[in-house]
């Protein structure tokens, strides 16, 4: 029998179009830029498909085709000009490949570029339009992305992680590669299925009540033509016509069913609005808890920071509260800095500098620190973990201020791992408190050391309240902006 031809490719960002950054080619090439054929053994979030395919290839009898592989750490609105390259050069890239029976990509699900609102629906169509009807198409989502009738109109597969964090990306690409061959070989002719649940929250699956939900959707794949059920969260800080949550169900040739389980699952997800977000402090209520705890170290996430959400991750607000209460055997990861990266370089290790750091990008992430610091370690292209991934943050620094040691980056990335700290010379577990500049991902790896994890809402550049984002591009009424949605 003829190995099927299966090409994989992967474009992935999150845009955060009220983002004062803006994301260009550089950008992709800093955090994650990959040739066909020179992906490496270890996936990025968005390119589980790659690793995973290659795994299963010679078993299932596939000729694999690798296209280029791109992540930019999330940030502001895409360049035209670079969506354009990149879309056309994975495109151009499928062209070559032709014939092929199987697409799988790697998408996150929440890029927009300067002329584009639906960047990942225009490629799918595409690909399309290239491969025909007869030729199964599988895709890969983030849940913190958008869902437009234009991507499930135009691909056979479409599986989403279901964690936050987001522990299971290469489970879902797993997922996806069984579900793609069963498709090919005719066992299976899966029909995709969504619900609008017309609503926007935080949902951390690290907590009740998502974290039971996200188990009984689990149980439900496998059983009775439900092949597979996933939920789209939905990014708050894109502003979009798609903006919100859906449930996603593929079933086996069963439409009606399909739709009716989406439904079912949308109106219960609906029903936990406003009760899933993570129990939010102050920066003084979260420095005293943790200054009055009686085990270390306490993990305290500065969740609204966050560079995963497209911000800078620059601010200051909590560090400089932590220095005017004279904090000391702290540890702070990171602050995205590259001119205070450069000038520490140039000092060099040991050196004793007055350094002007953080608080560059916008009045909303406070003053910058002036402080004489001491520079402890210096990391050419430093990385850290995220599950198998690894995680560039690029040429970076640690300097001790005041009794603090602070990680600069030049890279900007949400922390993951307690190794970000390992990394540059730090003990985490050594430390009573530890600022991570992160919402949710770094959970799963710190509760490991952590003796309390805290969450500060620190308001900046993130659009954190829907109320009041004035979006502009939003087609439909969602909660909470409207409070019945779905009608009385």
Known sequence: MARKRVFLGSIATESNTFSPLRTDLRDFEDSFFA???????????????????????????????????????????????????LRDQLLDELRAAMPVDIVLLGLHGAMVSRDCL??????????????????????????????????????????VFKEFPHTDFVETAENLVHLANMTDTGRISPVISSFDCRMIDVLPTSLEPMRGYVDRLKALEGIDDILSVSVVHGFMAGDVPDLGARVIVITNDTKSKGDALAERLGM?????????RLDFLTPVEALDRAQAARRNPVVIADVWDNPGGGVPGDSTIILREMLARNIENAAVATIWDPIAVRTCMSADEGARLRLRFGGKMSP??????DATVTVRRIVL?????????????????????????????????????????LNLGIDP????????????????????????ILYASVEGLYPNDPVTNGYR???RKI???????HGS
């Open 473 to 475: 591009n939003l087609s």
């Open 364 to 369: 909303d992430g406070g003053e910058p620190v």
């Open 381 to 421: 292209d430093a990385v850290q973990s995220f599950g198998n991934a690894v995680v560039p943050l690029g040429n970076s620094v640690r300097i001790e201020a005041g009794g603090i040691d602070v990680i600069l980056n030049t890279v900007r990335s949400q922390v993951f791992n307690p190794d970000v700290f």
């Open 35 to 85: 040739p066909p054929g020179l992906h490496p053994p270890t996936p990025t979030l968005c390119s589980a498909v790659y690793p995973v395919a290659r795994a299963r290839a010679d078993e299932l009898g596939w000729t694999l085709i690798e296209g280029t592989a791109a992540w930019a750490e999330p940030g502001g609105v895409v360049n035209q000009r670079a969506w354009e390259f």
């Open 479 to 485: 909660w909470p902006l409207a409070e019945r949605p």
């Open 118 to 159: 639906d960047c990942e629906g225009e490629l799918i169509e595409a690909v399309r339009g290239i491969v025909g009807a007869k030729a199964t198409i599988g895709v890969t989502f983030d849940p913190h992305s958008h869902l437009s009738g234009r991507r499930v109109r135009n691909a056979d597969l479409i599986t």
């Open 268 to 276: 219960e997800l609906f029903a936990m609005r406003g009760r899933t």
């Open 429 to 452: 577990a050594k430390k009573d408190i530890l600022l991570v500049k992160s919402t949710n991902h770094f959970h799963d790896a710190f509760s490991r050391i952590a003796s309390e």
